[in-house]
């Protein structure tokens, strides 16, 4: 009696023990699927804020901007940490243009700090990053930077003919704009460090990918971020075949034959 008190005390721990490990494991793949589509949505809503952005003409980001741009950042949804304190967080996307004209895949970025919560009052924004030049690119290519630190930025004209008295913006490493309750514009985000975003990265590659391999074309474009690529490239220069590899002048010569 005493014997079979034991095995049935037994195989009930097994049971429970075994009931606890499946619900740990569901819970694993229930959040990693969780995490997944959020990365996802970020893309898409990334995608939508440019397509609303520069589909009002009047007070979008002038077309000579857009087509000289070397990178494109964009961040959805950006919140303020903490009213009155200007703390902030906000996590999106970024691009870079190839040598050959193509654009580089999607590399996940987090902008973090800064005084430039207070000039919106505290609600969620949208922000659009344009960097002009190599040493710009150079800046989002490594681990981390500060705007208005190892970066120069300034807040971006607005317009699509935007006037020669602008010009002057267009010589800082990158030109920044924000969107937030409707109304877009030119932003100073001097002070906030933008880093590269390792969690989402692993989850959107399946593995972690440093951002300057992400963004000099080493890397196909990953499945769900056909939106993103098109916006892009339907404001910033058009591009067929995008997403193939970076290849050597060589390659892309045989390849033109």
Known sequence: MTRSRRSFTLSG???????????LVGTGWSQDEKDESSIQKRIDASAHVLDEIMGTPDKAIPDKVMKDAKCIAVVPSMVKIA???????????????????????????????GSWGLQLGGQAVDLVLVVMNQQGM??????????????????????????????????????????????????DLSGSAVTEDRDETRLLYGKFLPSEVILTGKVRPPAGSGAFEAAVRKYAGQAADHGELKTTPKNDESASR
């Not at 996590?91 to 895949?105: D, F, I, P, T």
């Not at 930077?145 to 800082?172: N, Y």
């Open 138 to 187: 150079e800046h989002l290519l490594s681990s981390k930077f500060k705007i208005g630190g190892e970066a120069s930025a300034a807040a971006g004209p607005v317009g699509r003919d935007a006037g020669a008295d602008t010009d002057w913006k267009m010589k800082a490493e990158m030109l920044t704009y924000s969107r937030a309750r409707g109304l877009f514009a030119g932003i």
């Open 83 to 113: 009213v009155g304190l200007g703390g902030s967080h906000g996590k999106g996307v970024a691009v870079c243009r190839l040598e050959n004209g193509h654009w580089s895949a999607p590399a996940p970025i987090t902008i973090t700090g």
């Open 13 to 23: 721990c097994l049971l429970v023990l075994a009931a606890s490990f499946l619900l």
